[in-house]
């Protein structure tokens, strides 16, 4: 039976850690970090992520400056709101929660957000930097930067190791696929052109599951003794459960345990951590701009 990577009670111990040093940075300098989330629409998932954001600031001691805005705003006015929060001195960090309505450039709008308030890590040229050697990004993605954090805190190499990411998307596969390379791991990187899929994941010492399909890696296609992490989040029926259905991972985690050498659940895995990075970079970002340390 694999170990069981807990994510909650990871996540937990890092927002302890922030809370104090948030508590000591307002004593030293007299700043609260902050950070601004912008929600457009009404995407009832969209709704829950920010709330929870907003929620975990309250607890860590970061202020939170709250937008909500309407599905039908024009791109022009989401940029013009974006301007206005990065000359804000007490807006240390701003994310714009993704997906974006159809009309509007979410590259565009991602574009806007200067770098040294980019504490979501999705500006094109943060994750650029991912790419450079000798380079490195302003932030790092936070689910990605999470997925890296859990296997240090759980003492799982990455150096040397064979890391196999399934997906390539700009928010979790292409990023941790470049931070597991910057690591020294040696990286696969497989999508829906793959061939023969179950030959390649059988070869990783390392396993990162960010496809979005329910239940898609099955135990036949683990090695055993691999660490895989789940960064996936399916709403599948259940009659059992009083709303009717239940949140699962890319993993079909009771068969692939008896396989692997750790594993994440889901929930409880690395979906509390991405919150807490967020919470961490929006803290670096408060740093440094009392700093003025944060250079181009």
């Not at 400056?65 to 022009?76: K, R, V």
């Not at 309505?101 to 650029?128: C, E, R, Y």
């Not at 059988?202 to 329910?214: M, N, S, V």
């Amino acid at each position: 039976m694999a170990h069981i990577i807990d994510g909650a009670a990871i996540a937990a111990a890092i927002r302890e850690e922030i809370r104090l040093e948030v508590a000591r940075f307002k004593a030293d300098h007299g700043v609260t970090p902050g950070l601004a989330t912008v929600l457009i629409g009404d995407n009832p998932a969209s709704a829950t992520y920010v709330r929870n954001k907003r929620k975990a600031c309250e607890e860590v001691g970061l202020a939170s400056f709250g937008y909500e805005l309407p599905a039908t705003i024009t791109q022009d006015a989401v940029i013009a709101l974006v301007n206005e929060l990065a000359a804000r001195p007490e807006v240390h960090g701003i994310l714009v929660q993704l997906p974006l309505p159809a009309h509007i450039d979410d590259q565009a709008v991602l574009a806007a957000i200067p770098l040294d308030k980019d504490v979501d890590g999705f500006h094109p040229s943060n994750i650029g930097r991912l790419g450079l050697k000798g380079r490195t990004p302003a932030f790092a993605p936070c689910t990605p930067k999470g997925c890296i954090e859990l296997l240090d805190r759980s003492g799982i190499a990455i150096a040397g190791r064979r890391a196999v990411v399934l997906g390539r998307s700009a928010i979790v596969g292409l990023p941790v696929a470049l931070m597991l390379l910057a690591r020294d791991a040696t990286v696969t990187v497989c999508h829906s052109k793959t061939t023969d899929l179950p030959a390649v994941t059988r070869e990783a010492d390392i396993l990162i599951a960010a496809i979005g399909k329910a239940h898609f890696v099955t135990a036949d296609m683990v090695k055993p003794g691999c660490t895989v992490i789940d960064v996936g989040i399916n709403r599948i029926s259940d009659p059992t459960r009083k709303s009717g259905s239940r949140l699962v991972g890319d993993v079909d985690f009771d068969a692939v345990s008896q396989v692997a050498g750790a594993i994440t659940p889901v929930p409880g895995g690395v979906g509390p951590m991405t919150i807490a990075m967020l919470m961490q970079n929006t803290l670096l970002a408060a740093q440094r701009a009392v700093a003025h340390s944060f250079t181009l």
